[in-house]
Protein backbone atom coordinates (compact mmCIF):
# COMPACT_ATOMS: atom_id res chain seq x y z
CA UNK A 1 0.00 0.00 0.00
CA UNK A 2 0.97 3.32 -0.93
CA UNK A 3 0.05 6.31 1.40
CA UNK A 4 1.00 10.52 1.01
CA UNK A 5 2.79 11.68 4.42
CA UNK A 6 0.88 13.08 7.11
CA UNK A 7 2.45 15.70 9.73
CA UNK A 8 1.32 17.04 13.14
CA UNK A 9 2.31 19.99 14.53
CA UNK A 10 4.14 19.46 17.93
CA UNK A 11 5.99 21.15 20.82
CA UNK A 12 7.97 20.57 23.93
CA UNK A 13 10.08 17.57 21.81
CA UNK A 14 11.74 15.95 24.54
CA UNK A 15 10.36 17.17 27.32
CA UNK A 16 11.58 20.79 27.25
CA UNK A 17 11.83 21.49 23.56
CA UNK A 18 11.72 25.27 22.48
CA UNK A 19 9.29 26.15 19.35
CA UNK A 20 7.68 23.75 17.17
CA UNK A 21 8.38 20.88 15.55
CA UNK A 22 6.84 19.15 12.38
CA UNK A 23 6.98 15.11 12.91
CA UNK A 24 5.72 13.20 9.66
CA UNK A 25 4.54 9.49 11.13
CA UNK A 26 6.63 7.05 8.70
CA UNK A 27 5.53 4.07 10.67
CA UNK A 28 2.95 4.68 13.54
CA UNK A 29 3.76 2.94 16.66
CA UNK A 30 0.85 0.03 16.87
CA UNK A 31 2.77 -0.90 13.44
CA UNK A 32 6.23 -1.33 15.22
CA UNK A 33 4.76 -4.51 15.99
CA UNK A 34 6.31 -3.96 19.72
CA UNK A 35 9.53 -3.59 17.96
CA UNK A 36 9.74 0.43 19.37
CA UNK A 37 7.31 3.24 19.29
CA UNK A 38 8.58 5.80 16.63
CA UNK A 39 9.38 5.72 13.49
CA UNK A 40 9.57 9.38 11.72
CA UNK A 41 10.71 12.35 9.48
CA UNK A 42 10.91 15.37 12.11
CA UNK A 43 11.29 18.92 10.74
CA UNK A 44 12.91 21.40 13.67
CA UNK A 45 12.51 25.06 11.81
CA UNK A 46 15.36 27.74 12.67
CA UNK A 47 14.77 28.09 16.61
CA UNK A 48 13.54 24.97 17.39
CA UNK A 49 14.95 22.05 19.57
CA UNK A 50 14.37 18.59 20.73
CA UNK A 51 15.30 19.53 24.59
CA UNK A 52 17.48 16.71 26.49
CA UNK A 53 15.63 13.45 27.25
CA UNK A 54 16.59 10.03 28.52
CA UNK A 55 15.53 6.74 26.50
CA UNK A 56 15.10 4.40 29.47
CA UNK A 57 15.24 0.89 28.19
CA UNK A 58 15.16 1.83 24.41
CA UNK A 59 17.72 4.23 21.74
CA UNK A 60 16.99 6.41 19.16
CA UNK A 61 19.42 7.43 16.55
CA UNK A 62 18.70 10.33 14.48
CA UNK A 63 19.52 10.40 10.40
CA UNK A 64 20.30 14.03 9.81
CA UNK A 65 18.46 14.73 6.08
CA UNK A 66 19.23 18.38 5.44
CA UNK A 67 20.21 21.39 7.78
CA UNK A 68 22.17 21.96 10.98
CA UNK A 69 22.44 21.88 14.10
CA UNK A 70 23.90 21.05 17.17
CA UNK A 71 23.39 17.55 18.74
CA UNK A 72 24.19 17.21 22.33
CA UNK A 73 25.35 13.19 23.67
CA UNK A 74 24.66 11.52 26.88
CA UNK A 75 28.32 12.76 28.08
CA UNK A 76 27.06 16.24 27.16
CA UNK A 77 29.47 16.81 24.27
CA UNK A 78 27.74 18.75 21.23
CA UNK A 79 28.55 18.64 17.94
CA UNK A 80 28.02 20.43 15.02
CA UNK A 81 25.39 18.01 12.26
CA UNK A 82 25.04 18.11 8.90
CA UNK A 83 23.22 16.12 6.18
CA UNK A 84 24.76 12.42 5.99
CA UNK A 85 25.20 12.23 10.09
CA UNK A 86 24.54 9.43 12.25
CA UNK A 87 24.02 10.45 15.50
CA UNK A 88 23.48 7.38 17.84
CA UNK A 89 23.01 7.08 21.78
CA UNK A 90 23.29 4.03 24.03
CA UNK A 91 20.48 1.98 25.09
CA UNK A 92 19.45 4.30 28.28
CA UNK A 93 21.40 7.09 27.04
CA UNK A 94 20.19 11.02 26.51
CA UNK A 95 20.29 13.43 23.68
CA UNK A 96 19.41 16.58 22.81
CA UNK A 97 19.10 18.67 19.57
CA UNK A 98 18.90 22.53 18.43
CA UNK A 99 18.46 24.00 14.71
CA UNK A 100 20.55 27.12 15.52
CA UNK A 101 20.76 27.47 10.92
CA UNK A 102 19.09 29.32 9.42
CA UNK A 103 17.72 26.71 7.36
CA UNK A 104 14.78 23.86 8.44
CA UNK A 105 16.74 20.68 9.72
CA UNK A 106 15.12 17.62 8.83
CA UNK A 107 15.83 13.96 10.31
CA UNK A 108 14.36 10.70 10.66
CA UNK A 109 14.11 9.40 14.02
CA UNK A 110 13.47 5.91 15.01
CA UNK A 111 13.21 4.57 18.69
CA UNK A 112 13.42 1.23 19.55
CA UNK A 113 13.76 -1.28 22.59
CA UNK A 114 16.75 -2.70 24.23
CA UNK B 1 28.49 8.98 18.69
CA UNK B 2 28.10 10.99 15.81
CA UNK B 3 29.11 9.07 12.68
CA UNK B 4 29.48 10.26 8.85
CA UNK B 5 27.32 7.56 6.95
CA UNK B 6 29.26 5.74 4.45
CA UNK B 7 27.77 3.79 1.65
CA UNK B 8 28.22 0.38 -0.42
CA UNK B 9 27.39 -0.62 -4.18
CA UNK B 10 25.52 -3.50 -4.31
CA UNK B 11 23.76 -5.06 -7.50
CA UNK B 12 21.21 -7.54 -8.06
CA UNK B 13 18.80 -5.76 -5.20
CA UNK B 14 15.84 -8.23 -3.89
CA UNK B 15 17.63 -11.05 -6.23
CA UNK B 16 17.08 -9.76 -9.28
CA UNK B 17 17.25 -6.18 -9.52
CA UNK B 18 19.10 -3.76 -12.51
CA UNK B 19 21.55 -1.76 -12.24
CA UNK B 20 23.61 -0.55 -9.34
CA UNK B 21 22.45 0.60 -5.78
CA UNK B 22 23.57 2.71 -3.38
CA UNK B 23 23.53 1.44 0.69
CA UNK B 24 23.75 4.00 3.02
CA UNK B 25 23.72 2.08 6.38
CA UNK B 26 22.07 4.46 9.36
CA UNK B 27 22.27 1.26 11.72
CA UNK B 28 24.02 -1.16 10.90
CA UNK B 29 22.31 -5.07 11.54
CA UNK B 30 23.95 -6.19 14.67
CA UNK B 31 23.13 -2.47 16.50
CA UNK B 32 19.37 -3.24 15.47
CA UNK B 33 19.36 -5.60 18.45
CA UNK B 34 17.40 -8.40 16.92
CA UNK B 35 14.76 -6.37 15.82
CA UNK B 36 15.55 -6.56 12.11
CA UNK B 37 17.85 -6.50 9.66
CA UNK B 38 18.30 -3.46 7.77
CA UNK B 39 17.92 0.52 8.17
CA UNK B 40 19.65 2.12 5.40
CA UNK B 41 18.95 4.95 2.80
CA UNK B 42 18.85 3.52 -0.66
CA UNK B 43 19.95 5.54 -3.49
CA UNK B 44 18.90 3.90 -7.07
CA UNK B 45 20.12 5.91 -10.18
CA UNK B 46 18.22 5.89 -12.91
CA UNK B 47 17.38 2.68 -14.86
CA UNK B 48 17.77 0.76 -11.72
CA UNK B 49 15.59 -1.23 -10.06
CA UNK B 50 15.05 -3.95 -6.87
CA UNK B 51 13.75 -7.00 -7.72
CA UNK B 52 10.89 -8.44 -6.99
CA UNK B 53 11.18 -10.15 -3.61
CA UNK B 54 9.41 -11.69 -0.49
CA UNK B 55 9.99 -10.41 3.04
CA UNK B 56 9.03 -14.04 5.20
CA UNK B 57 8.69 -13.06 8.53
CA UNK B 58 9.52 -9.46 8.37
CA UNK B 59 8.34 -6.08 6.69
CA UNK B 60 9.76 -3.77 5.26
CA UNK B 61 8.45 -0.23 4.68
CA UNK B 62 9.96 2.40 1.99
CA UNK B 63 9.94 5.91 2.97
CA UNK B 64 10.87 7.99 -0.13
CA UNK B 65 13.04 10.78 -0.24
CA UNK B 66 13.41 12.46 -3.59
CA UNK B 67 13.21 11.15 -7.24
CA UNK B 68 10.26 9.03 -8.92
CA UNK B 69 9.40 5.40 -9.50
CA UNK B 70 7.46 2.09 -9.93
CA UNK B 71 6.22 0.40 -6.49
CA UNK B 72 5.00 -2.92 -6.63
CA UNK B 73 2.88 -4.10 -4.48
CA UNK B 74 2.21 -7.83 -3.09
CA UNK B 75 -0.60 -7.79 -5.42
CA UNK B 76 1.34 -6.39 -8.31
CA UNK B 77 -0.75 -3.55 -8.59
CA UNK B 78 1.89 -0.57 -9.48
CA UNK B 79 2.16 2.50 -7.88
CA UNK B 80 3.97 5.71 -9.13
CA UNK B 81 5.83 7.21 -6.21
CA UNK B 82 7.50 10.42 -5.20
CA UNK B 83 8.87 12.19 -2.20
CA UNK B 84 7.20 11.93 1.14
CA UNK B 85 5.21 7.96 -0.17
CA UNK B 86 5.14 5.78 2.18
CA UNK B 87 5.38 2.26 0.35
CA UNK B 88 3.99 -0.50 3.02
CA UNK B 89 3.62 -4.02 3.04
CA UNK B 90 2.13 -6.86 5.16
CA UNK B 91 4.47 -9.21 6.77
CA UNK B 92 5.29 -12.08 4.28
CA UNK B 93 4.59 -9.68 1.49
CA UNK B 94 6.16 -9.11 -1.72
CA UNK B 95 7.33 -6.01 -3.24
CA UNK B 96 9.55 -4.38 -6.30
CA UNK B 97 10.97 -0.75 -7.02
CA UNK B 98 12.17 0.64 -10.14
CA UNK B 99 13.51 3.99 -10.95
CA UNK B 100 12.03 4.46 -14.61
CA UNK B 101 12.91 8.32 -13.98
CA UNK B 102 15.56 10.98 -14.72
CA UNK B 103 16.95 11.81 -11.51
CA UNK B 104 18.44 9.48 -9.15
CA UNK B 105 15.63 7.83 -6.17
CA UNK B 106 16.44 8.01 -2.88
CA UNK B 107 14.20 6.23 0.24
CA UNK B 108 14.95 4.88 3.44
CA UNK B 109 14.28 0.84 4.40
CA UNK B 110 13.68 -0.53 7.36
CA UNK B 111 13.37 -4.61 7.79
CA UNK B 112 11.81 -5.12 10.61
CA UNK B 113 10.80 -8.70 11.85
CA UNK B 114 7.15 -9.57 13.00
Known sequence: MVRKETFEVRTKMGGTGIGEAYVYDIVKKEDLRGHGRLYAKIVLPPGSTIGWHQH?????????????GDFT??????????????????????????????????????????
Do not use: M, Q, R
Open 56 to 68: KGETEPYYILSGE
Open 73 to 114: DTDGSVTKVHAGDICTIEVNGYHALENNGTEDLALIALIYNE
